[in-house]
């Protein structure tokens, strides 16, 4: 899935597949299972998020909480330290990937504010330092992406072992 620091993905962005679990399967198989649609979502969506994909970060940042939910629900397969320290990049990528996305979504809603008279210019400056915060956004998550600490997370979390 993941080899070296500069995967190659497509440019564009990608949902998550279904997840298929069988009957049998133990709960460890079910956690690596889980574990690896996280990080498949989340690194298939690198490139994508390298171009300025406003949905391909989104996309990122769903299969990182998605990856910490699943920490959360299997706690217990995982050393306390390994465990921290995935949540701790986690949280660190949700960190740079989120205010572009959250500055997004407020200009978007921004579009259905009607302006009333005489406060026309003012939304205008709010939307250009609001454009000017997402690029921003945008810069610091693709720097995030394109890290040594990214590819690191990403390395050590698909060599993560077990406890049980």
Not at 86 to 97: F, Q
Not at 113 to 129: C, E, F
Not at 132 to 157: E, P
């Amino acid at each position: 899935m993941v080899s070296q620091k500069n995967e190659i993905c497509s440019s564009d962005h990608h949902e998550t597949d279904e997840i298929l679990l069988g009957r049998d399967d133990s709960i460890g198989h079910a956690f690596r299972t889980i574990i690896l649609s996280c990080l498949g979502h989340i690194t298939s969506n690198r490139e994508g998020a390298c171009n300025r994909d406003s949905e391909a970060l989104h996309q990122m940042r769903i299969g990182l909480r998605r990856l910490r939910a699943a920490l959360s629900i299997f706690k217990t397969l995982l050393a306390k330290n390994e465990r921290e320290r995935i949540r701790a990049d986690i949280r660190w990528l949700l960190k740079a990937l989120g205010p572009s996305r959250d500055i997004e979504v407020f200009l978007e809603d921004m579009q259905a504010i009607s302006v009333a008279k005489g406060s026309a210019r003012a939304i205008d400056l709010l939307r250009k330092d609001l454009k000017r915060l997402h690029t921003a956004g945008v810069g610091k998550a693709i720097t995030a992406i394109r890290s040594d600490r990214y590819s690191n997370f990403i390395q050590l979390t698909l060599k993560t072992e077990l406890t049980r």
